[in-house]
């Protein structure tokens, strides 16, 4: 009976199309906060958009489930429903995220459902981002117009409704940088040429012009950050370096707020000029996360096909509050929700998943792991090794069910595999150690900033990227900064307090004493030190305080995605 899956494609087809023309109109909005240095709201409106995709699902999948009644786990009409569907996408340009939103509505209206491929779209949609010729993606700068002019035409095409600072400056520093990084390595030719995405990449204080220009038989990759600071409009610097371009683009940072009319083309265009980055993390980083999650599980489920190795309890330490394990030859970790957790810790299973939760919705300052959430998650059950499945019946076995041949989790999150810090202090030199236990303090002291405490700062919370980045992530203790109280130690007066066995002052549940830090955050002789001399501010109360302060006054403190000495003004404020 088609015309009754009609109507319901149509409705689903409806709630795409709302969803897409909302998030359009939210992205929008990120130019006239950056024009107005509207910082509190840029960052409103991101978590707005954050918010949407579920938000939209709940409200549709409830009026959906209605119409569909007591068909909703009937097969003949889901099939149905996707060829109605299938017909009112088949022109789109955003395509694939149309059917990802189609994915998602039968997952939550169909019950049980995890991943059919005969219902749903598992294997289908883009599987290249092309980039077509002659489209509106990019701005082109020939190469016989000259450095000088080429720059002055970007500065021009690119309008932020707000004057520059100073204009001539950025100029100069962009053409001194350019002949510094390319002209003493390359000649243009006549094939020169530049181009830019049409599209500004905004994310909280920043706008990010991204590039590439062909030279020397090649295109070379740049990004150009402009910000808006109280003086004007400037350019900050000019990024060439792929792995600082990669880190721009990391899992630990918050998603752009970039227009992209066809999203695959800005895709295409990103994994041209981003090294090492995978499609589904560049759908993530244009903030079609969802779409990302889609494409992440074609991967997972390719890899699989291609891989023989078994799933096995991720190396380190275990969580007492999350199982976790990988797949030696995938770069991702599993993390399922204890179903017990032994004394210290006394949270729910849902406060836990409002930490994740919280995690995904804030800013995560380049310091924090992005993760994806699944329900009824299936593996192969002969790909998991003996031990770990002790392990699972051991600690979630509530969320396990074996269904013929596969292990069915019930949920569990997906994060990137890093490397246990603490594993990594075990093993490396001084100086390895020397530089990591650095980026250890500094990745607390920028979670600060954004408001983040991290509860538990032992380093087997950290993981290390690729780049030896340091990144935390063991959400489960994590507080809002503003929520702490960070204490001097009270000084004893007397003998029995000088001895006493347990702290003789009483301690509220949310007082930090950092004085305490020095004794248990780096084990190692060599390192220990070295780590205290070189972040002493994490050791003053005074220090954590003034955060407190700057967060509570309303001051957004841009945690920059470079190392601030390439910045061409250094001490320039936004
Ligand atoms: N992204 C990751 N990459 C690699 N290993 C990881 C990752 N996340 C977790 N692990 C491993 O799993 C262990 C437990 O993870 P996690 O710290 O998230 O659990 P937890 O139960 O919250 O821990 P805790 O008991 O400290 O609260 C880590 O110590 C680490 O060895």
């Not at 897409?20 to 107005?36: C, E, N, Q, S």
């Not at 889901?78 to 059917?99: G, T």
């Not at 808006?228 to 370096?241: C, E, Q, R, S, W």
């Not at 199982?323 to 004394?343: A, G, M, Q, W, Y």
Request: aromatic share 14%.
């Amino acid at each position: 009976m088609p015309h009754r899956a009609i109507p319901l494609a149509e409705k689903i087809y409806n709630g795409f199309l709302s969803y897409i023309h909302t998030f359009d109109t939210l992205t929008r909005l990120a130019p006239v906060y950056f024009k107005g240095r509207d910082w509190v709201s840029m960052q409103l409106n991101h978590r707005q958009r954050l918010r949407l995709y579920k938000d939209l699902l709940f409200q549709l999948v409830r009026e959906f489930s209605e119409m569909l009644g007591s068909d909703a786990a009937n097969r003949m009409i889901w099939l149905k429903i996707r060829n109605e569907y299938q017909k009112l996408i088949s022109d789109r340009n955003d395509i694939e995220l149309a059917e990802t939103f189609f994915n998602s509505i039968i997952r939550k209206a169909f019950p049980g459902m995890s991943a059919d491929p005969e219902l749903m779209y598992l294997m289908e949609g883009y599987s290249e981002c092309t980039i077509y010729e002659n489209s509106h993606l990019v701005n082109s700068y020939p190469g016989f117009l000259g450095l000088e002019k080429i720059i002055r035409s970007i500065l021009d095409d690119y309008e932020f409704g707000a004057p520059f600072m100073d204009r001539e400056a950025d100029v100069e520093f962009l053409i001194n940088s350019v002949k510094e990084v390319i002209l003493t390595r390359y000649q243009p030719g006549p094939e020169t040429t530049t181009e830019l995405l049409k599209s500004v990449f905004y994310r909280n204080k920043a706008a990010y012009l991204i590039g590439r220009t062909y030279i020397g038989n090649k295109w070379m990759p740049f990004i150009i950050p402009i910000l808006h600071g109280p003086k004007g409009i400037f350019v900050d610097t000019l990024i060439f370096d792929p792995n600082m371009m990669s880190t721009l683009f990391s899992f630990t940072r918050s998603y752009f707020m970039v227009e992209a009319k066809v999203p695959s083309q800005i895709v295409g265009f990103l994994s041209s000029v981003i090294p090492h980055k995978k499609t589904h993390e560049l759908y993530n980083a244009i903030g079609f996360n969802k779409h990302g999650k889609t494409l992440f599980y074609r991967d997972f489920l390719l890899h699989l096909q291609q891989s023989t190795d078994q799933f096995v309890i991720a190396p380190g330490i275990k969580g007492m509050v999350m199982t976790v394990f990988t797949l030696p030859s995938l770069n991702v970790v599993f993390k399922l929700i204890k179903d017990h957790f032994e004394p210290p810790k006394s949270m729910t299973r849902q406060e836990v998943r409002d930490k994740y939760k919280l995690v995904s919705l804030h800013d995560r300052v380049g310091r924090m792991a992005d993760t994806h959430e699944f329900e009824y998650f299936r593996i192969p059950i002969d790909r998991v090794h003996p031990e770990l499945i002790k392990e699972l019946r051991n600690t979630v076995n509530s969320l396990l069910q074996i269904q013929g041949d596969e292990l069915i989790i019930k949920h569990l999150y997906t994060e990137r595999k890093m490397e246990p810090l603490n594993i990594y202090l075990e093993n490396c030199s001084t100086e390895e150690g020397k530089f990591v236990v650095e980026d250890y303090g500094r990745s607390i002291l920028q979670l600060a900033q954004a408001n983040i405490f991290p509860g538990d700062m032992m380093t087997k919370n950290f993981g290390l990227t690729r780049q030896k980045r340091v990144i935390f992530y063991d959400y489960d203790e994590i507080e809002f900064l503003t929520d702490m109280n960070f204490r001097i130690k009270p000084k004893p007066e007397n003998y029995e307090q000088i001895y006493a066995s347990e702290p003789w002052y009483e301690i509220a549940k949310n007082d930090v004493f950092p004085e305490d830090f020095k004794r248990w955050m780096i084990g190692r002789a060599d390192l220990k030190d070295h780590f205290i001399t070189y972040h002493q501010d994490l050791f003053d109360p005074k220090h954590w305080s003034k955060i407190q302060q700057k967060i509570q006054q309303g001051e957004l403190i841009h945690a920059f995605p470079y190392p601030e000495e390439i910045r061409f003004r250094p001490f320039e404020k936004v």
